[in-house]
């Protein structure tokens, strides 16, 4: 059976399969994608003819772009420029009064913190002034409650002796009273003596 060669179509499929695996494109390669078949002079003259017309089609010259589509290129251009920069514009300003709002509330808040500082610090030194002024009132008042105590142990002193010169009268004056029933019993029985000697 005559042998049948291989198509132009084929050794394009084969180039196209190994160039979107990423794999080099040789006669080798080419020929094992074709499933080994195909003679390796047939594979390299047309590799050799592939290659340069792949190298031809990269030196041509791109064509220069009509004054039309450059002029209309260069409108399109113009009016996107001028859009971004609207909005570019527009975004400095919303920006621009955002960062003033900010600074605005920044500087009240920095203000009631000042406020509350030197409200704090009254408060503080207020209560500082009531805590040396109680200070001051306990001291005192240990010092009465001292000199109190002081005081009552005098007058508890003074006391136990008066109560020890009470109870040393209350003895003279039971011994008083036992001596005055004694000569009482005694002027008794001189009365009628007396009064006889009067009479």
Same mark, same amino acid.
């Given at each position: 059976?005559? $042998?049948?060669?291989?198509?132009?179509?084929?050794?394009?499929?084969?180039?196209?399969?190994?160039?979107?695996?990423?794999?080099?494109?040789?006669?080798?390669?080419? !020929?094992?994608?074709?499933?080994?078949?195909?003679s390796?002079?047939?594979?390299?003259?047309?590799?050799?003819?592939?290659?340069?017309? %792949?190298? %031809?089609?990269?030196?041509? @010259?791109? &064509?220069?772009? @009509?004054? @039309?589509?450059?002029?209309?290129?260069?409108?399109?251009?113009?009016?996107? !420029?001028?859009?971004?920069? &609207? /909005?570019?514009?527009?975004?400095?300003?919303?920006?621009?009064?955002?960062?003033?709002?900010?600074? &605005? /509330?920044l %500087?009240?808040?920095?203000?009631?913190?000042?406020?509350?500082?030197?409200?704090?610090?009254?408060?503080?030194?207020? $209560?500082?002034?009531? *805590?040396?002024?109680? &200070?001051? !009132?306990?001291?005192?008042?240990? $010092?009465?409650? /001292?000199? *109190?105590?002081e $005081?009552?142990?005098?007058?508890?002193?003074?006391?136990?002796?008066?109560?020890?010169?009470?109870?040393?009268? /209350?003895?003279?004056?039971?011994?008083?009273?036992?001596?005055?029933?004694?000569?009482?019993?005694?002027?008794?029985?001189?009365? @009628?003596k007396?009064?006889?000697?009067?009479?």
């Amino acid at each position: 059976m005559p $042998r049948t060669g291989i198509t132009q179509n084929q050794l394009l499929d084969a180039i196209a399969a190994l160039e979107a695996r990423g794999e080099s494109v040789t006669k080798i390669t080419v !020929r094992k994608e074709l499933g080994d078949t195909g003679s390796f002079g047939t594979i390299s003259a047309f590799l050799a003819q592939w290659r340069s017309n %792949a190298k %031809a089609a990269q030196q041509i @010259p791109a &064509a220069p772009i @009509p004054d @039309p589509v450059q002029a209309m290129f260069a409108s399109a251009w113009a009016t996107a !420029r001028a859009e971004a920069q &609207a /909005e570019v514009s527009g975004e400095r300003e919303a920006l621009a009064a955002s960062k003033a709002s900010f600074q &605005a /509330e920044l %500087a009240a808040v920095v203000s009631e913190n000042k406020e509350a500082e030197r409200a704090l610090e009254d408060e503080i030194e207020e $209560r500082n002034r009531k *805590l040396i002024e109680f &200070a001051d !009132r306990y001291a005192a008042t240990q $010092r009465r409650i /001292e000199d *109190l105590a002081e $005081r009552v142990g005098f007058l508890t002193a003074q006391l136990e002796t008066q109560n020890a010169r009470e109870k040393a009268l /209350e003895h003279q004056v039971g011994v008083l009273e036992a001596e005055n029933r004694v000569l009482g019993a005694g002027k008794t029985e001189m009365v @009628p003596k007396i009064d006889a000697y009067r009479g």
